[in-house]
């Protein structure tokens, strides 16, 4: 089955810097990429996705890239503010309809001031 | 995106009881997954929940444990039979709505069991 790791397991920036957290996967029949926040308390949020047939994609401080040869994609985030701290998640999956996803181990993101 | 809704969002019982957990979608969704989320890790999938028919489960999950219901396309209930303190988790309800992957999750139950 799937394997996904996740890198760094916590991350300390400053305010204003930019975070990039990254992930690899086992199954290269993998084509759908999601990266997802959670707050404390909370579930996790759909952030941003990309599937295979990009190499990036853009939704404005947040960008993700994949490298389908290397297996491997990375989220960033620009301009990191307070609120951006946060566990994220990266997640991969294959097929349409049978929807499985495979997550990462979590990325403990802490934007300090 | 759907918006899900948990019920109970906590609960603390004890062991050898067991707790149903429910899950409700504003619309009607093709996929309804639960997964699991223990202490500080990742989430794990239990199972997927087929309107009409049995879940389907994945490997370590069994349904004398964790039986599913899903008796229509809005809503489905997990059940965490037998609990043990091991049992202690975030059990968290997603829905796919339109058949593109895209997964949204409802808030979660946290469960702990003394």
């Known amino acids: 089955g799937e394997n996904v790791e996740q890198h760094p397991s916590t991350l300390s920036v400053q305010e204003g810097d930019s975070a990039v957290i990254k992930c690899t996967y086992s199954?290269?029949?993998?084509?759908?990429f999601p990266w997802y926040k959670q707050e404390l308390g909370k579930g996790p949020q759909l952030i941003i996705d990309i599937r295979s047939n990009v190499g990036e994609k853009k939704d404005q401080r947040i960008a993700v890239t994949l490298n389908k040869t290397a297996k491997h994609f990375s989220l960033h985030i620009t301009e990191t503010q307070p609120e951006d701290s946060a566990v994220y998640f990266c997640a991969a999956s294959f097929g349409h309809f049978l929807s499985k996803l495979t997550f990462g181990t979590g990325t403990r993101l802490q934007v300090t001031l | 995106s759907a918006v899900i809704s948990q019920k109970p969002s906590r609960d603390i019982c004890q062991r050898g009881t067991s707790l149903t957990i429910q899950c409700q979608v504003d619309?009607?969704?093709?996929?309804m997954f639960w997964y699991r989320q223990q202490p500080g890790q990742s989430l794990t999938l239990i199972a997927t929940?087929?309107?009409?028919?049995?879940?389907?489960?994945e490997s370590g999950f069994v349904i004398d444990k964790f039986p599913i219901s899903r008796p229509n396309l809005t809503f489905s209930t997990l059940t965490v039979s037998n609990m043990s303190p091991e049992d202690s988790s975030i059990y968290l309800c997603?829905?796919?709505?339109?058949?593109?992957?895209?997964?949204?999750f409802g808030p979660g139950t946290r469960l702990t069991v003394l």
């Open positions: 997603s829905v796919e709505a339109a058949g593109d992957n895209e997964q949204f």
């Open positions: 929940a087929n309107q009409g028919s049995e879940a389907t489960y």
């Open positions: 619309s009607q969704v093709t996929m």
């Open positions: 199954d290269s029949a993998s084509n759908y």
